[in-house]
C-alpha cells in the first residue's frame, strides 16, 4: 500500500492501513531519512502518543524499530500533548521526534507525526523523501532489536511547565480571581493545562477527565458543537472562560463567559493584538492562505507586516524560528507565538485568552468589539465539500481557471499559494483547497456580513460542482 504525508502527518483507520506493520516500515523510513541526512548512530529520537486505542503499543512498537536503526530513543511515559514532545525534542537535543496522534480526527484514526530537530513538522522536502523510503520497504518489516533491552521512558511535563512560566503571566491571572472550566476532550491536556492553573491557585473545573479511547464516541475536536458541557459549566460556575484543546492539545478552543464560542480566527486576531500592546514587540504577524484578514487589519492599524503562508502550521513555524513574527495562526486553530516553539500550542493559545481577559479587565467579546470600533467587522466561514470520484476527475481542471467573475463579483486577484483564493474588488474571499488529512475539498469564505458570507459559500460549492 502508498503511504502519503499530509499536511501534519499520516494518519489511517486503526487495523486497516494503521498496523503494527506500516508502523514499522514508516518508523524505519524515517530513520533512512536521517541517516542519509548525516545523522549519527545512536543519535536519539523522542517517542510520544496520544490517548487513543493502543497508541502506547504502537509507540513501544516503534521504539524497537527505532533500535534495530541503530539509534536511540526516549519514551514519554504517558499521553502527552504535541507542543510539549516539541519542547522535549529541543531540550533534549534530540535529532527528531515521531509522535503517535491523529490530533481532531475521529477515534477510529491513529496517526504518525514525524518533527525534526527543532521540533517543527517536517517540511514536505523531508516528508517527500520518508514517503520514498516507505514505497522502497517491504510491506513486512520485521524488527530484528533486543526485545530485552529496558526502554528508557522520561516525563516532560516539568520542563514544558517551566517554560511557559516564562511566557504566561500567571500572577496577572491569578490577581484576577477569575474561575475557569475546562474540558480536554479526554486527550493529553489533562494534567497540563489544569494543572497549571491550579499551581498558581487558580480555580478551575475539569471535564472529561478520563481517557476514553472514543472520545464520547466523536472526534475530539474543539469546536463550539462539540462544547455544550463546557459551555454548561461557564454558565454554572460563573467562569470568566471555558478552554477545551484536541486530542493532542496542540488546538485550542475558547467560549466567553456568556458562553459564545470565540472562533479561531476572532481570537489569533485579539491574541495578535494583545501581544503587541502588552509585550511592546514589533515584527510581524503570520497566517495561513485559509485564514481570516482581520489579522491584516489590526497588523495595518499597527503598522506591523503580514506573512502569508501554505496551509500547514510547519511554514509559519519557519517563521518563529526566523523571528520574524509576533505571533502565527490557523483558522483550523493552531497558533504560536515569538520565542516558543515552531508546533502549535493549544494550551499556550488558551492561557493567553485568560491572561489577555485578566489584563484587560475586559471579556473576550468586548475587546473584540474594540477591535471592529478601530478596524471594522469581518465575518469567515468554511464548508466542506465530499470529494467524490467524479469531483476528483474535474478537481484539478477547476482549480486551474481564472474566471473573471464568480456569481456576479468580479475577480480582481487570483491567488494559488495552497489550491485557489479569489479574491474579489469588494475585498470579500473565496479559497477552495483539497484537506490534507480527510477526503473532502474545504471552501473557505470571508465577507463583511453573515448574509453575504453565506451566499458566498454556496457560490463556492455550486462553481465546484457544476
Not at 495578535?272 to 514589533?282: C, M, P, V
Not at 502565527?328 to 488558551?350: F, Q, T, V
Amino acid at each position: 500500500m502508498t503511504i502519503r504525508f499530509g499536511t501534519s502527518g499520516w494518519r489511517a483507520v486503526i487495523a486497516d492501513e494503521f498496523t503494527f506493520a506500516n508502523v514499522r516500515r514508516v518508523t524505519g523510513a524515517i530513520c533512512g531519512y536521517l541517516r542519509s541526512a548525516g545523522v549519527t548512530d545512536s543519535a536519539t529520537l523522542i517517542v510520544g502518543y496520544d490517548t487513543r486505542f493502543l497508541g502506547e503499543r504502537f509507540a513501544l512498537e516503534c521504539v524497537k524499530e527505532i533500535r534495530a536503526n541503530n539509534f536511540t530513543s526516549l519514551l514519554c511515559d504517558r499521553p502527552t500533548p504535541t507542543p510539549t514532545i516539541s519542547h522535549l525534542i529541543r531540550t533534549a537535543q534530540a535529532a527528531g521526534g515521531i509522535n503517535f496522534t491523529a490530533s481532531h480526527n475521529p477515534p477510529e484514526y491513529n496517526g504518525m507525526k514525524f518533527s525534526t530537530h527543532d521540533g517543527a513538522p517536517a517540511l514536505p522536502e523531508v516528508t517527500s523523501q520518508v514517503e520514498k523510503l516507505i514505497g522502497e520497504s517491504s510491506n513486512e518489516n520485521d524488527t530484528r532489536a533486543d526485545q530485552s533491552a529496558e526502554i528508557e521512558s522520561h516525563d516532560p511535563r516539568p520542563a514544558y511547565f517551566a517554560d511557559l512560566e516564562l511566557k504566561i503571566r500567571f500572577d496577572v491571572i491569578a490577581k484576577a480571581n477569575g474561575r475557569y472550566a475546562y474540558d480536554p476532550l479526554w486527550g493529553t491536556g489533562r494534567g497540563y493545562l489544569d494543572e497549571m492553573l491550579r499551581e498558581h491557585g487558580i480555580e478551575v473545573e475539569t471535564i472529561h477527565d478520563w481517557r476514553d479511547v472514543m472520545f464520547g464516541g466523536r472526534a475530539p475536536e474543539p469546536d463550539s458543537a462539540h462544547l455544550d458541557e463546557l459551555r454548561d459549566a461557564v454558565k454554572r460556575k460563573g467562569c470568566a472562560l471555558g478552554l477545551a484543546t484536541d486530542g493532542d492539545a496542540d488546538r485550542f478552543g475558547v467560549l466567553d463567559a456568556d458562553g459564545r464560542f470565540v472562533t479561531p480566527n476572532e481570537l489569533i486576531a485579539l491574541l495578535f493584538d494583545y501581544l503587541a500592546e502588552s509585550r511592546g514587540w514589533t515584527g510581524g504577524v503570520a497566517r495561513s492562505v485559509a485564514t481570516s484578514h482581520l489579522v491584516d487589519r489590526v497588523a495595518t492599524a499597527r503598522a506591523l507586516p503580514v506573512y502569508e503562508t501554505p496551509v500547514g502550521f510547519k511554514f509559519i513555524g519557519e517563521l518563529i524560528n526566523a523571528d520574524k513574527i509576533i505571533l502565527g495562526g490557523e483558522e483550523s486553530a493552531g497558533l504560536s507565538m515569538r520565542g516558543h516553539y515552531p508546533e502549535k500550542d493549544g494550551i499556550l493559545a488558551c492561557l493567553l485568552a485568560a491572561e489577555s481577559v485578566a489584563a484587560r479587565g475586559a471579556s473576550l467579546g468586548e475587546q473584540l468589539e474594540a477591535i471592529y470600533a478601530r478596524v471594522g467587522r469581518i465575518e469567515s466561514g468554511r464548508i466542506g465539500v465530499r470529494l467524490t470520484l467524479q469531483l476528483l476527475a474535474s478537481l484539478p481542471e477547476k482549480l486551474k481557471r481564472d474566471p473573471a467573475e464568480i456569481g456576479g463579483r468580479r475577480v480582481e486577484r487570483t491567488n494559488r499559494t495552497d489550491g485557489v483564493k479569489f479574491i474579489f474588488s469588494d475585498g470579500s474571499w473565496l479559497l477552495m483547497r483539497p484537506s490534507g488529512t480527510e477526503p473532502m475539498v474545504r471552501i473557505y469564505a470571508e465577507s463583511e456580513s453573515m448574509k453575504d458570507l453565506e451566499v458566498l459559500l454556496e457560490q463556492g460549492r455550486k462553481y465546484l460542482l457544476d
